[in-house]
């Protein structure tokens, strides 16, 4: 492992910004911190309004039958006008041809000469037109870049407040305690490794992993020669983030269908949040202007079918269920439904009894044979949820489930209802499965993608 001196101050730039992002969003949107998630920038989009203009142009009438009316009234009246106007025009030409022809072959020249001008002059209007458009459309993709580049700042908000807000419990319990050592302690000793040490397993950093940074930890002072316990804050807060960027080799992204439906697996035990996590990232996919469909394989827990129909119907997703079936006939059948529909994302929702680890593996091994058949490649995804309270627990769930099937993400639930928010470093560290997820709270708009870097923000930004 390399050590990089530069990284904690690395961090707090990074921190620095964050700050600075949440800071100007709030002010140009003029708004708390609570009410940052009820700005929709898809309420303002720029383009709009000319795409609208554009429906007017008179080659593409909108099909609003006030405005056919109107025009049919127009017309009459022109064709009125018209029929008067021809006919005068008709006596007088025929009064002229009559005394004299050659004035007919001047006008048949004339007419000619016009016709020319004519083109020259649509040729003229169609080349401005099409300058116009052009001009147009690069307004449109520019607007439209800003637009886009506006929207991801207001996500980019969101995100590290609800991440703030979310890990509150485990800054004021870990980090307040972590920085009251670098006051206590003028000198590191044994006495500080110690307390510091049970600061760590307390926060459920995980016992290995606390033992490795330990050793990581005592290395780099003797090292480097560090005496003062409160820049050796710094330094721990410095080793956390390399515990995590070190394997990094983990991919936190979710894995999508090149083409078809991507399928996303849950499973975890009973009350992690499976289900309420599918119905959050079914909001999250269809603000995302996906269409999703959820699947409930949970068929025999009283309720469970119809809890999972109710969230379909409030995001706005299609559903299949059947209570009291074989879970992998209804997930059978929905698959065929998903396909039918031409879904783009297939949440799929498991029972999780583990009481009977045979029996859970089979039926899993029975789900998962089923969506291979179906749909190539998948499942996609298969997403552990485990309960970030429960702590330790959690982590042996996530090692039994990993020998059971193939777990390709963990979501980490109710991280707002605990102290313990280093779990996050124990699952990456013990059970080497990416947590892809975070559950920050009970609204639809706090489950988010993990990132390191606002969780960073989250537990030490009062230390910065
Ligand atoms: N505070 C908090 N509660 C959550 C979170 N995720 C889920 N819950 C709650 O956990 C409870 C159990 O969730 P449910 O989805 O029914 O669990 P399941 O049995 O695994 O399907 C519900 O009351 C949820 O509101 C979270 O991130 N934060
Ligand atoms: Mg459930």
């Known amino acids: 492992m390399v050590i990089n001196m530069g990284l904690f101050d690395k961090l707090k ?3 620095k910004k964050k700050e600075k992002v949440v800071e100007e969003v709030k002010k140009e949107y003029n708004v708390s911190d609570d009410e940052l998630d009820k700005i929709s920038v898809f309420d303002s989009d720029p383009t709009e309004e000319e795409t609208l203009e554009d429906d007017y ?12 009316a109107d025009e049919e009234e127009l017309d009459e009246e022109l064709e009125d006008d018209d029929d008067e106007e021809e006919l005068d025009e008709e006596e007088e030409s025929e ?16 007419d ?22 052009e001009a147009e459309e690069d307004e449109d993709d520019k607007e439209w870049a800003e637009f886009v580049k506006a929207h991801q700042k207001v996500e980019e908000a969101q995100d590290i407040v609800t991440y703030d807000k979310g890990l509150e419990k485990t800054r004021k319990e870990f980090v307040s305690k972590l920085s009251m050592l670098g006051i206590k302690y003028t000198k590191i000793n ?9 600061l760590l397993i307390n926060a459920d950093v995980g016992v290995n992993t606390v033992m490795n940074f330990m050793d990581r ?4 002072v003797k090292e480097e020669k560090i005496t003062d316990a409160n820049y050796l804050n710094e330094v721990i807060v410095d080793e956390l983030f390399i515990i995590y960027v070190d394997n990094d080799s983990l991919s936190d992204k979710i894995k999508m269908a090149s083409e078809g439906p991507t399928v996303i697996l849950m499973v975890g035990v009973n009350g992690v949040g499976k289900t309420t996590t599918i119905a959050k990232l079914a909001y999250k996919y269809k603000n995302e202007g996906k269409s999703v469909m959820m699947i409930a394989g949970d068929t025999f827990r009283a309720g469970a079918v119809k809890q999972l129909e109710e969230w379909a119907e409030r995001t706005g997703s299609l559903f299949y269920g059947k209570e009291n079936t074989d879970p992998a006939g209804v997930v059978f059948d929905g698959l065929v439904k998903a ?5 783009d994302i297939v949440l799929i929702d498991t029972a999780g009894r583990l009481q009977n680890k045979v029996n859970l593996m089979k039926e899993l091994e029975k789900v998962n044979k089923v969506i291979g058949k179906h749909i190539p490649n998948a499942p996609h995804e298969t997403l552990l949820v485990i309960d970030a309270t429960t702590g330790q627990n959690g982590i042996s ?10 777990i390709t993400g963990i979501v980490l639930t109710k991280l707002d209802g605990t102290a313990k928010g280093g779990i996050v470093l124990a699952i990456k560290d013990e059970v080497k499965i990416p947590v892809k997820f975070i559950g920050l709270g009970e609204k639809m708009t706090d489950l988010k993608t993990f990132d390191i870097e606002n969780y960073i923000y989250g537990l030490f930004k009062d230390m910065m």
Do not use: G, S
């Open 13 to 15: 730039n990074i921190l």
């Open 57 to 68: 142009v008179p080659d593409e009438p909108e099909l609003d039958e006030e405005i056919f």
């Open 95 to 110: 009064d002229e041809v009559e005394d004299d022809d050659e004035v007919v072959d001047e006008e048949e020249d004339i």
């Open 112 to 133: 000619e000469e016009d016709e020319d001008i004519e083109e020259e002059l649509e040729e003229d209007t169609e080349e401005d037109l099409e300058q116009e458009e």
């Open 190 to 198: 044994e006495e500080y490794y110690e307390e510091l040490e049970e």
């Open 217 to 220: 930890l005592r290395a780099r």
């Open 339 to 343: 396909k039918e529909e031409n879904v």
């Open 397 to 406: 769930q996530a090692k039994a489930f990993k020998e059971i099937t193939n």
